[in-house]
């Protein structure tokens, strides 16, 4: 009875979500990828996590990453670019009204190696990109433009570097708007955020890399309550997913952990978290799997590949 009591409590929030999300429909947030930088399966990988997803070919599963459509304008942002780049390219034409169109702008979370690999393609061996506008915080830019090949897209103009500022909200559009939010991680290469997408209304965070909730100077619950929508961080969901490896090298937020600070959160509130970032190893991405079942019982949601959410 309490199992079916949260579910319903969570079907209610959620309908309240989709009522409040399709009201305006001035922006429409796409998600193009879930899986952590390495993707799924991952490479050299011959546990079952991988062979069962190398059986399943029609739907390959990309890298984390956002296409933010302006309804209104009919133009699109990417917040990263990852090794999935082309493809995830490729589902973003069916958004927009001609073909194989580009979008206004790429903006960076950092340069792991699913963040940012996919610049490549904007060089002159492929796609010959023409001053592509490519967001940056000071550190990742810096890192561009002193190391190959990615100073060559600066010094042919496929890129236009353009700066981003920790706190420094950006206009992209009349309707939309993006702020950096800088978090803690493994910022060998470049510093690491976030960010904050607003319409004129609505808004939506978006945190796929962050060391421990516990390190960051913002407080993640306060932020959830504020936004309309949070995809965040669910690299691992616990501790035991890599034996042979010391996570405390590797920080992330268990989701464990987050389904346990989030618990005094409102069932409404709880509703806007999406769990996003998947390593291979994450039962999150075998959608039959307890762990699954657990985070929809505790009235969290799990992001999938190919998700709209709108902002008015």
């Known amino acids: 009875m309490k199992v079916m009591l949260k579910c319903l409590i969570l079907s209610l929030s959620l309908s309240i979500l989709t009522i409040f999300s399709l009201s305006g429909q001035n922006l429409e947030v796409v998600v193009l990828g879930i899986a952590q930088d390495a993707g799924y ?3 050299n990988c011959d546990k079952e996590c991988c062979i069962a997803a190398r059986k399943v070919t029609a739907s390959p599963t990309y890298v984390s990453s956002l296409g933010i459509v302006d309804l209104n304008t009919n133009e699109y942002f990417l917040i990263d670019c990852t090794p999935d780049f082309k493809d995830q390219l490729h589902m973003m034409s069916s958004y927009s009204r001609q073909r194989n169109q580009l979008p206004k702008g790429i903006l960076l979370t950092h340069a792991h190696i699913g963040h ?3 610049l490549a393609q904007l060089g002159k061996e492929a796609m010959n990109a023409n001053q592509m506008p490519v967001y940056a915080m000071p550190k990742m830019a810096k890192f561009i433009k002193n190391n190959g090949p990615w100073e060559q897209l600066v010094k042919l103009n496929n890129i236009d570097l353009k700066p981003l500022k920790d706190g420094q909200k950006i206009n992209l559009t009349e309707n939309l708007a993006v702020t950096p939010m800088r978090v803690p991680h493994r910022d060998e290469y470049s510093e690491t955020v976030g960010f904050l997408i607003e319409g004129k209304e609505e808004s ?9 909730w516990e390190k960051w100077e913002h407080d993640i619950k306060a932020l959830i309550q504020d936004v309309d929508h949070a995809l965040i961080d669910a690299t691992f969901y616990d501790g035991d997913e890599l034996p042979n490896r010391k996570m405390s090298e590797i920080p992330h937020p268990f989701v464990e952990e987050s389904m346990k600070k989030f618990a005094d959160l409102s069932p409404l509130n709880k509703a806007k978290i999406q769990f996003i970032h ?3 190893t994450n039962p999150l991405l075998n959608n039959k799997s307890k762990a699954y079942k657990t985070v929809f019982v505790n009235g969290y949601n799990v992001a999938s590949q190919g998700l709209s959410i709108y902002l008015d």
């Open 41 to 43: 399966p991952q490479i």
């Open 278 to 280: 998947f390593n291979h």
């Open 204 to 212: 939506l965070l978006y945190i796929p890399d962050i060391d421990k």
């Open 116 to 118: 940012y690999l996919g």
